[in-house]
Each structure stands twice: as C-alpha cells, then as structure tokens.
Nanobody, 121 residues
Framework: QVQLVESGGGLVQPGGSLRLSCAAS????????MGWFRQAPEKERELVAI???????NIADSVKGRFTISRDNAKNTVYLQMNSLKPEDTAVYYC???????????????WGQGTQVTVSS
C-alpha cells in the first residue's frame, strides 16, 4: 500500500506565501518524477511543477518565478514553495509521483488526496 500525504494548504492573502509538502510512504522500491498539479473550480487539472529524481524541473509559466519545487529523496518528500500568491492560484493542489513498489516491477502514477489553497483578502 502506497500513500502520498500532503500538508500545508490553507487560506492566505494575496502576496503571501505557503509551503506544501507531500510525503510518499509504503512499500516503495523507487520513485521517479514527483510534482504538483492543481485544479480550480470548473477547470481541468493542470501541471504546476514536476521534478525528476535528479535533474532539472518543469514549472508552469503561470507560476514561474513565484513557485519553487524541491525534493528530499531520502525522505521521499516533495515540496512546493509558493510566494507572491495571487487569487488565481486558488485551487486544490495534488501531489503526484511515479514510483515502483516492492511488489511490482512496473512503475505507476500515484496521487495524493489534494489540499486546498485559497488566496483571498
């Protein structure tokens, strides 16, 4: 059983900051890319940022320069530092990871349960 558990969402004023965390746990053999997607009401889920095990990241243009993704491979954890938040950043943020379990040689995508981020004055 593999779980991705997110934390750090909440309500923040425009211009404020939040830091999201997502920890993967369970019978994990290896983890590939980890990252974040978001979904606003009545909109499709979109990529925010994704990071391979090692190497450069992919960050959406809409958040570039404001959001930073990082990960701690020893802790199977990915972070999203969000600065200069805007009302249009309001969404449910989902953690995403591609990983291989101890019981399956194939890799599979996994999702967290989502954490609400609301940017409002």
């Amino acid at each position: 059983q593999v779980q991705l558990v997110e934390s750090g969402g909440g309500l923040v004023q425009p211009g404020g900051s939040l830091r999201l965390s997502c920890a993967a746990s369970g019978s994990i053999a290896s983890i590939g890319p980890m990252g974040w997607f978001r979904q606003a009401p009545e909109k499709e889920r979109e990529l925010v940022a994704i990071m391979p095990s090692y190497g450069s990241t992919n960050i959406a243009d809409s958040v570039k320069g404001r959001f930073t993704i990082s990960r701690d491979n020893a802790k199977n954890t990915v972070y999203l530092q969000m600065n200069s938040l805007k009302p249009e950043d309001t969404a449910v943020y989902y953690c995403y990871a591609v990983l291989r379990t101890a019981y399956n040689a194939d890799t599979s995508p996994y999702w967290g349960q989502g954490t609400q981020v609301t940017v409002s004055s």
